[in-house]
């Protein structure tokens, strides 16, 4: 026999989901917020039809009392959601109920030619919104410390690496504007997205038909698409062209700017957890009491703030794939299934780019980077790094009877001693050049990697150009 469940026994509070337990996206996504808002669309809608003349002016505020989210019992809501298939159903049993206590004429105007459909999706774009300008802040604190970063090391010389190995010299500076250019990308399509967040509102199957027939009994001047419109308006919300009840682009168009939020996070993370570990000991987390250490090992330091990061950006497109999925096997004019699927898809994407984007607003902010470790790492890569200017600068100087050309399978056997023999490459390059073709200091200005950072410093004016942020730094 099953026993009773609690609320607490079934109430996630994000245990397992460290990433965003605690922070503000938490919150703006919670069951109880989700609940406002969908009490907030049904008491605008009233305010809508009080406007228009179709209901009585006094209603919507007799009601209001009603629409305050504590007075219902989420846990409850959630286990009676079953019975049909979504939470709206018994949420307006209920609101109704408390209405009819206050005034029983403004309960029979609850959800007046409204459909579950319309309250739903309308509601989780108010979160949608919520969270999204959550994420814009903290995203923007973010951009500001990657500025920063990027002005204060313009000249920060560095090892580059591409496939895990040295590759180039390059600037700190120019790493940071790189992580500024993806997130400055990111936060545009968020941007851009919020600005587009649609009401969803066309009753029982896109057509609002009972909204005209109430509107045509109710003799308002008003048609329905206008209290539609105006509705929208009141929500802080884009007037759709149409309802877009099988048409489930606005909500995949959330999971792909989130999606690209945490990519661009990640990336970030991924180089910072690369770069802190002690044998590379380029950068360092900022410290914060309780944070960071081991159960097990008390000399360990861990760099939370990345681990975390990373796997809201690994967790990111198992949700958005199930957002593309539920889209893409939408049926008829109200899907089966694949809507309901959307709704915790939607939730976790906004909670895990929520908690990343207030975790790497931390962790850029506060970024210690070890400047001495930068430069003793590029001189343990010693001139090899420059290898790729010595094939075009030096190895024509090495042409031998094989021609023009047969420098450079030259230059090549020369980077391969000292790669496998330990052999100095400025030195070899000594023996095989004349000083009297290239010179001591000509040599040394070849070797030196400082000369060899390309458009670093104007890159980063381009991308600081491009993403015009106040620097923290």
Same mark, same amino acid.
Request: charged share 20%; hydrophobic share 45%; with cysteine.
């Given at each position: 026999?099953t026993g009773?469940?609690?609320?607490?026994?079934?109430?996630?509070?994000?245990l397992?989901?460290?990433v965003?337990?605690?922070?503000?996206g938490?919150?703006r996504?919670?069951d109880r917020?989700i609940?406002?808002?969908l009490?907030?669309?049904?008491?605008?809608?009233?305010?809508?039809?009080?406007?228009?003349?179709?209901?009585?002016?006094?209603l919507?505020?007799?009601a209001?009392?009603a629409f305050?989210?504590d007075?219902?019992?989420?846990?409850?809501?959630?286990?009676r959601?079953?019975g049909?298939g979504?939470?709206?159903?018994?949420?307006?049993?209920d609101?109704?109920?408390?209405?009819?206590d206050?005034?029983?004429?403004?309960?029979?105007?609850?959800?007046?030619?409204?459909?579950?459909?319309?309250?739903?999706?309308?509601?989780?774009?108010?979160?949608?919104a919520?969270?999204?300008?959550?994420?814009?802040?903290?995203?923007?604190?973010?951009?500001?410390?990657l500025?920063g970063?990027?002005?204060?090391?313009?000249?920060?010389?560095?090892v580059a690496?591409?496939?895990?190995q040295?590759?180039?010299?390059?600037?700190?500076?120019?790493r940071?504007?790189?992580?500024?250019?993806?997130?400055?990308?990111?936060?545009? +399509? &968020?941007? #851009?997205t !919020?600005?587009?967040l649609?009401?969803?509102?066309? /009753? @029982? %199957?896109?057509?609002?038909?009972?909204?005209?027939?109430v509107?045509?009994?109710?003799?308002?001047a008003?048609t329905?698409?206008?209290?539609?419109?105006?509705?929208?308006?009141?929500?802080?919300?884009?007037?759709?062209?149409?309802?877009?009840?099988g048409?489930r682009?606005p909500?995949?168009?959330?999971?792909?700017?989130?999606?690209?939020?945490?990519?661009?996070?990640?990336?970030i993370?991924?180089?910072?957890?690369l770069?802190?570990?002690?044998e590379?000991a380029?950068?360092?987390?900022?410290?914060?009491?309780?944070?960071?250490?081991?159960?097990?090992m008390p000399?360990?330091?861990?760099?939370?703030?990345s681990v975390?990061i990373?796997?809201?950006?690994?967790?990111?497109?198992?949700?958005?794939? +199930? &957002?593309? #999925?539920? !889209?893409?096997a939408?049926?008829?004019?109200?899907? /089966? @299934? %694949?809507?309901?699927?959307?709704?915790?898809a939607l939730r976790?994407?906004?909670?895990?780019?929520?908690g990343?984007?207030?975790?790497l607003?931390?962790?850029?902010?506060g970024?210690?980077?070890?400047?001495a470790?930068?430069?003793?790492?590029?001189?343990?890569?010693?001139?090899?790094?420059v290898?790729?200017?010595?094939?075009?600068?030096?190895a024509p100087l090495?042409?031998?009877?094989?021609?023009?050309?047969?420098?450079?399978?030259r230059?090549?056997?020369?980077?391969?001693?000292?790669?496998?023999?330990?052999?100095?490459?400025g030195?070899?390059?000594?023996?095989?050049v004349?000083?009297?073709?290239?010179?001591d200091?000509?040599?040394?200005?070849?070797?030196?990697?400082?000369?060899?950072?390309?458009?670093?410093?104007?890159?980063?004016?381009?991308?600081?150009?491009?993403y015009?942020?106040? %620097?923290?730094?």
């Open positions: 026999m009773s469940v609690s609320a607490a026994d079934t109430a996630d509070y994000g397992l989901s460290p965003w337990a605690g922070t503000t938490a919150g996504t919670g917020r609940v406002q808002k009490l907030d669309v049904e008491l605008q809608w009233l305010r809508v039809l009080a406007g228009a003349g179709v209901i009585a002016p006094q919507p505020d007799e209001a009392p305050r989210a007075l219902y019992d989420p846990a409850s809501l959630a286990a959601s079953a049909g979504n939470p709206v159903i018994p949420l307006l049993a609101l109704r109920a408390k209405v009819r206050i005034s029983p004429a403004a309960a029979e105007a609850v959800h007046t030619a409204a459909t579950s459909q319309d309250i739903l999706d309308t509601a989780l774009m108010l979160v949608s919520d969270t999204l300008a959550g994420i814009a802040s903290d995203t923007r604190r973010t951009m500001s410390a500025a970063l990027a002005v204060e090391h313009r000249h920060t010389l560095c690496r591409t496939l895990t040295h590759s180039l010299p390059s600037t700190f500076g120019l940071a504007a790189q992580w500024l250019h993806g997130i400055g990308q990111a936060a545009e +399509a &968020l941007e #851009t !919020a600005s587009r649609p009401l969803q509102w066309g /009753g @029982g %199957s896109g057509t609002l038909a009972a909204l005209r027939t509107v045509d009994a109710s003799g308002s008003a329905p698409l206008e209290l539609a419109d105006e509705l929208a308006l009141r929500l802080g919300l884009a007037a759709p062209a149409a309802p877009w009840q048409n682009l909500v995949t168009a959330v999971g792909a700017a989130l999606q690209d939020l945490l990519s661009a996070a990640g990336k993370a991924n180089d910072v957890l770069m802190s570990r002690p590379v380029e950068v360092s987390e900022p410290r914060a009491a309780g944070r960071g250490g081991s159960s097990a000399q360990k330091r861990n760099p939370v703030l975390l990373r796997s809201a950006a690994l967790a990111g497109p198992g949700c958005g794939a +199930a &957002l593309q #999925t539920a !889209a893409g939408a049926d008829d004019e109200r899907p /089966g @299934g %694949s809507w309901h699927t959307e709704w915790q976790s994407l906004l909670r895990l780019a929520s990343a984007a207030e975790k607003a931390e962790l850029t902010e970024l210690t980077v070890n400047t470790v930068l430069r003793d790492n590029l001189l343990t890569a010693g001139p090899l790094v290898s790729e200017r010595l094939m075009a600068t030096v090495l042409d031998d009877d094989g021609g023009p050309g047969s420098g450079k399978a230059l090549q056997e020369l980077v391969t001693a000292a790669q496998t023999m330990g052999s100095s490459l030195e070899m390059l000594r023996k095989s004349s000083a009297d073709v290239l010179s200091a000509e040599l040394a200005a070849q070797l030196d990697p400082a000369n060899y950072v390309g458009e670093a410093s104007a890159l980063i004016d381009r991308i600081l150009a491009a015009p942020v106040r %620097s923290s730094r």
